[in-house]
């Protein structure tokens, strides 16, 4: 059985959900307690560090929400939050799905879900690649700052990896561009040759992006408009759940996965 002062305290604090700063008045219509009552919890949160009260009598939340919000970032483990989601993925639309981090120049392999189809793309977990080639490390670089990306493209050793590896600064920002536009990426024979992926970033509370989550298959499989238009929707779709599991806002994610061809 629910306590009904927990369930009420729980009630104030919700109000902070849509506003930034919150009268008595607006906790009293948003709870329906009385004023008496409402006035009483809210300044008992505000004695625990829950909420902060100014001098014209308005709340806000505590900065408490600031140390707790950093503890469940710093705690919250990526590859476990999304391999149920990679797993759906890979179960619904037959292709790998793999799932990537940045480290300095590269990107990192740290959780996939095989595809069950006899033709594949073999990924490794702990592979590296470069982030100006294939879908999935590109994803990540297209949505650093412009500051970040001007760096890295200069740092790079750029290495024909495939057919089709990007191979200036030219080439890259071309299909940054391109990415932005689309909201996803698409590569095909950059990291190995006959192999495509497609790839959408996963946002962090800040809206950092923290990872890159990817299709990848043999190129023949992803020639077809139709087919590819699938698989961008879902993994977009997918990403936006992630990140907002990982505290994204609704307004980044908004501006984040739109769909274009």
Not at 89 to 105: F, S
Not at 114 to 143: H, N
Not at 174 to 198: F, N, P, Q
Request: net charge negative; proline share 3%.
């Amino acid at each position: 059985m629910l306590n009904k002062t927990v369930v009420k305290s729980m009630e104030i604090l919700h109000v902070f959900y849509d506003k930034e700063t919150a009268s008595l008045a607006d906790i009293m219509e948003h709870t329906g307690l009385p004023k008496t009552s409402a006035h009483r919890m809210a300044e008992t949160l505000v004695e625990m560090g829950f909420l902060e009260k100014s001098e014209e009598h308005k709340y806000r939340l505590g900065l408490i929400f600031l140390k707790f919000g950093s503890l469940v970032a710093e705690r919250l483990d990526i590859r476990e939050l999304a391999f149920p989601f990679m797993q759906s993925l890979r179960d619904t639309y037959g292709e790998a799905v793999n799932l990537i981090v940045r480290d300095g120049l590269e990107a990192v392999y740290v959780e996939k879900a095989d595809t069950k189809e006899r033709i594949r793309v073999f990924t490794q977990i702990g592979r590296r690649a470069p982030l100006y080639a294939g879908a999935c490390p590109r994803v990540i670089f297209s949505y650093l700052t412009e500051d970040e990306q001007q760096q890295l493209a200069d740092e790079f050793q750029y290495v024909a990896y495939a057919d089709q590896t990007p191979l200036s600064k030219s080439e890259l920002f071309d299909k940054v561009r391109e990415t932005r536009e689309r909201g996803w990426a698409l590569s095909h024979s950059e990291l190995e040759s006959h192999s495509s992926a497609i790839a959408v970033p996963v946002i962090d509370h800040n809206g950092a992006v923290v990872a890159g989550l990817s299709f990848v298959g043999p190129q023949v499989r992803f020639n077809e408009q139709t087919h590819l238009e699938k698989l961008a929707r879902a993994l977009q779709s997918v990403g936006r759940e992630i990140s907002l599991q990982l505290g994204a806002k609704e307004e980044m994610v908004n501006a984040l996965y739109r769909f274009k061809l």
